[in-house]
């Protein structure tokens, strides 16, 4: 079994950063990750995703230039680095892991692994 747990979240000013962590334990290893998120009202959104090896990395046309995914491989922990944050940004974000690159890219529901998700709120 292994676990996903996000940190990070928060109430911000549109403009501002936050810098969302998610910390994989127990048999997660070498797994892709990504980011999801969901707006209330609203299906899950594809946001950003990394191989395990950090070479890999793809992002929602939407947040693209603003958010930057990064892992540390030694402490089994990927980071969304969040700038430039709009209202639209608002949601719950999640992190998924997967052995496979393509699942954490393209789906927004499958994967192995989830976290519990953090709430992101951007005012205006």
């Known amino acids: 079994q292994g676990q996903l747990v996000e940190s990070g979240g928060g109430l911000v000013q549109a403009g501002g950063s936050l810098r969302l962590s998610c910390a994989a334990s127990?048999?997660?290893?070498?797994?892709?990750m990504g980011w999801i998120r969901q707006a209330p009202g609203k299906e899950r959104d594809f946001v950003a995703a990394?191989?395990?090896?950090?070479?890999?990395?793809d992002y929602a046309d939407s947040v693209k230039g603003r958010f930057t995914i990064s892992i540390d491989s030694a402490k089994n922990t990927v980071y969304l680095q969040m700038n430039s944050l709009k209202p639209e940004d608002t949601a719950v974000y999640y992190c998924?892991?997967?052995?496979?690159?393509?699942?954490?890219?393209?789906?927004?529901?499958?994967?192995?692994?989830w976290g519990q998700g953090t709430q992101v709120t951007v005012s205006s």
């Open positions: 990394i191989s395990w090896s950090g070479r890999s990395t």
């Open positions: 127990g048999d997660i290893f070498r797994y892709s």
């Open positions: 998924n892991a997967d052995p496979s690159y393509a699942v954490v890219r393209y789906s927004t529901t499958a994967g192995e692994y």
